[in-house]
């Protein structure tokens, strides 16, 4: 591979990486969870609204998808780039 | 067999099984102390983290005060939660690449100083002895009930049977233990709320019937709860009633804090690999997302039993008599947490009722004159107790109760001994043997250990008797302490090369200073009562309480790193390369003690 031992392309793969994934943690929580909560109103979940769901129930089950997502992700960058642990 | 002596047999043979443990795996290995994790699989190291990590502020106090504010308590779900995504994305790979085993000691040498070292530690000091207040208030409220006895002696109790247990030590450091205590805790925490799903919805699985159909009215429980709730003149479950900005700062303050705790960041250091350190966090989240998906279910559940058993025929009915709460089993409960003083009720009207309504509402008031009711007379229900009395509540068997006794002593006891030897070889390994006496002997350096321990759990005790607010109000101000100061200069010291050691050293201490400082101007001093200029009802600066300004302090911790960074020599290159041998995996040896 063309990027192999650049350790800036892999450094800068990475940031982009934590930056996409950071982004959607706070969309969950802050967004759909607190501030977007009453845009969201309008959808009804078991007696409750979206964003009550995801304050208390939907930001915790995307956090978990989100670390395990970035773990796999990172484990294949670390080899693609030849920094991964012999 | 009476419930004291089944609640006996649950706590004893509980604690007998963690001696146990520790002896069978103790006489396997001796190095074990310090490495805890080393060699241990992800899956076991998640779990064990997650033990060390859920205290008295999630299993005794949080679906409390969950139950009573509802949707605005959303923040401690959140929050204690996704700090583990900053946790594996942002720091976890990194520390454990650069292979030392204490967070003070990185911050010592990515900022060159044995200063920053110094501050680093006492960052971790502020924090972690807020944090055992809040854990002391907890182990109080367990033994009280547990003994039958006021909360006071319990936390004097609890505080001998803690440091006994942080003495024994070794314990703490030995994985298998703690996922015994996980095991002991995740089943008590969620065998009564299975229970309690099943009778109210149906659903065994309480995450599912917290967002389910209500079976005895067909209405979906939310709903019914919010019903109930506003009935009584009290705020809606599931709005929103505080400050948004107040609510996203708290939540980012539990988030960042969670990165910037000690004894959870420790864990990550030992995993075998940099592949599983990310792993590792990822496992720990599941083991704790299964009391915390669980918690929210927990505290709407138990609202609308303590509403209903308070209004039995109804809230346009007559409310429970004082005959009932005393004759009746049901009410049983109420009995037993009387006598610690942490559930209380008065008969003010003399009408052989107890109406339990909110008297501060102006519907309620015209009902209340109408009825010749005199005031809310379910005059005190501390937060902290809903839990341990939660299977009472629901009426459970005797053996559910023994369960859950243990299960709150599991938790607190763990991350309170856990805390202690934290601060301890802070304070004997890292101040007195780092800096102030680096000759010291070892049998010296263990005796300051000991003594620094008896100091931080006498400190504990004295501030935990005027405590801050409930258990997990004052957890969630060591964690705001922890995200001011600690989590920014880790960032900082991985994604930044600029950052020098003034930058560092005066961000930590503007950030650890002016939260303390904001925390105290709203708590009292050192949490003194009536010191407070301020109250969290009417906070200095806008909608921001005292528990939401870690987040404020952290950014005050960054900008401030920034500018005197920019005034002051450039980062030598040998950090530099350090820096960026730290941001790969390759070549990462075990971790090793830097003495």
């Known amino acids: 591979m063309s990027a192999k031992s650049d350790p800036k392309a892999y450094w800068s793969a990475n940031v982009r990486?934590?930056?996409?994934?950071?982004?959607?943690?706070?969309?969950?929580?802050?967004?759909?969870?607190?501030?977007?909560r009453p845009a969201l109103s309008g959808i009804t979940i078991g007696g409750a609204d979206l964003g009550f769901w995801f304050a208390q129930q939907g930001s915790i089950l995307v956090f978990l998808v989100l670390i395990f997502f970035y773990a796999w992700r990172m484990n294949r960058l670390d080899q693609q780039f030849g920094v991964d642990e012999e | 067999m009476d419930q004291f002596t089944l609640n006996l047999l649950f706590v004893g043979a509980s604690f007998a099984l963690y001696i146990g443990i520790a002896i069978w795996a103790r006489a396997g290995s001796t190095s074990e102390f310090y490495a805890a994790g080393r060699g241990v699989h992800p899956v076991t190291n998640?779990?064990?983290?997650?033990?060390?990590?859920?205290?008295?502020?999630?299993?005794?106090?949080?679906?409390?005060?969950?139950?009573?504010t509802g949707y605005d308590n959303s923040s401690f779900l959140m929050g204690w939660t996704g700090g583990y995504v900053l946790l594996a994305l942002l720091l976890a790979p990194y520390l454990r690449k650069f292979g030392k085993f204490t967070v003070s000691e990185f911050i010592g040498d990515r900022f060159y100083s044995k200063t920053a070292r110094m501050v680093a530690v006492i960052c971790l000091l502020v924090a972690s002895i807020t944090y055992v207040i809040g854990q002391m208030q907890g182990v109080g409220i367990a033994f009280g009930r547990f003994l039958e006895i006021d909360a006071f002696w319990g936390l004097l109790i609890g505080a001998c049977v803690v440091f006994a247990y942080a003495v024994f030590g070794g314990m703490k450091g030995v994985t298998y233990t703690q996922v015994a205590q996980y095991c002991v805790l995740i089943t008590a925490y969620t065998i009564p709320a299975v229970f309690i799903s099943l009778q109210l919805t149906g659903n065994p699985i309480p995450a599912l019937g917290l967002f389910g159909e209500h079976s005895a009215s067909g209405e979906p429980l939310l709903v019914k709860l919010d019903q109930i709730v506003t009935d009584l003149g009290f705020a809606e479950y599931t709005a929103a009633h505080g400050s948004t900005i107040n609510m996203v700062l708290f939540t980012l303050s539990l988030m960042i804090g969670t990165a910037g705790l000690p004894h959870v960041i420790m864990r990550f250091f030992t995993v075998p690999r940099v592949s599983d350190a990310r792993w590792s966090a990822g496992w720990t989240l599941v083991f704790i997302a299964l009391l915390y998906l669980t918690a929210p279910a927990v505290g709407a559940m138990a609202r609308l039993n303590i509403s209903?058993?308070?209004?039995?025929?109804?809230?346009?009915?007559?409310?429970?008599?004082?005959?009932?709460?005393?004759?009746?089993?049901?009410?049983?409960?109420?009995?037993?947490?009387?006598?610690?003083?942490?559930?209380?009720?008065?008969?003010?009207?003399?009408?052989g009722r107890i109406q339990y309504y909110n008297d501060a509402n102006a519907d309620l008031q015209a009902r209340a004159a109408e009825k010749g009711?005199?005031?809310?007379?379910?005059?005190?229900?501390?937060?902290?107790?809903?839990?341990l009395a939660n299977p009472e509540i629901a009426s459970l068997p005797g053996w559910v109760i023994g369960l859950v006794a243990a299960g709150g002593l599991a938790a607190a006891l763990?991350?309170?001994?856990?805390?202690?030897?934290?601060?301890?070889?802070?304070?004997?390994?890292?101040?007195?043997?780092?800096?102030?006496?680096?000759?010291?002997?070892?049998?010296?350096?263990l005796m300051a250990a000991r003594i620094?321990?008896?100091?931080?759990?006498v400190v504990a005790v004295i501030l935990g008797l005027n405590p801050p607010g409930f258990a997990a109000q004052t957890v969630a101000l060591a964690f705001g302490l922890a995200a001011a100061s600690i989590f920014p200069a880790l960032m900082m010291g991985i994604f930044s090369t600029r950052i020098n050691n003034a930058g560092a050293v005066a961000g930590m201490l503007a950030g650890l200073l002016v939260t303390l400082l904001?925390?105290?101007?709203?708590?009292?001093?050192?949490?003194?009562?009536?010191?407070?200029?301020?109250?969290?009802?009417?906070?200095?600066?806008?909608p921001i309480q005292?528990?939401?300004?870690?987040?404020?302090?952290?950014?005050?911790?960054?900008?401030?790193?920034?500018?005197?960074?920019?005034?002051?020599?450039?980062?030598?290159?040998?950090?530099?390369?350090?820096?960026?041998?730290?941001?790969?995996?390759?070549g990462a040896g075990v971790a090793v003690d830097g003495h």
Request: hydrophobic content about 50%; cysteine-free; aromatic content about 10%.
């Open chain 2, 546 to 586: 005292s528990t939401s300004f870690g987040a404020v302090g952290a950014a005050v911790n960054f900008a401030v790193a920034y500018i005197v960074a920019g005034m002051t020599k450039e980062t030598p290159q040998e950090i530099k390369d350090l820096v960026e041998s730290v941001r790969v995996p390759r």
């Open chain 2, 46 to 68: 998640g779990m064990a983290t997650a033990a060390d990590w859920m205290s008295a502020a999630s299993f005794i106090s949080m679906a409390g005060l969950i139950a009573f």
């Open chain 2, 373 to 387: 009711w005199e005031g809310n007379e379910l005059v005190n229900f501390n937060r902290d107790i809903l839990v």
């Open chain 2, 518 to 542: 904001y925390i105290f101007l709203h708590k009292g001093w050192f949490f003194i009562p009536d010191t407070n200029s301020f109250t969290d009802a009417d906070p200095l600066l806008g």
């Open chain 1, 17 to 36: 990486l934590i930056l996409i994934s950071l982004a959607i943690w706070a969309l969950v929580s802050f967004g759909f969870g607190i501030i977007l």
């Open chain 2, 414 to 445: 763990s991350t309170a001994a856990g805390l202690l030897l934290a601060i301890s070889s802070a304070v004997s390994h890292d101040l007195l043997k780092g800096q102030l006496t680096p000759n010291m002997s070892e049998k010296s350096e």
């Open chain 2, 308 to 351: 209903e058993l308070m209004w039995p025929n109804g809230t346009d009915g007559e409310a429970v008599s004082v005959e009932q709460i005393e004759t009746d089993p049901e009410y049983g409960w109420m009995e037993t947490w009387q006598k610690t003083g942490l559930l209380g009720w008065e008969d003010k009207n003399g009408d």
């Open chain 2, 452 to 457: 620094s321990m008896a100091a931080a759990i």
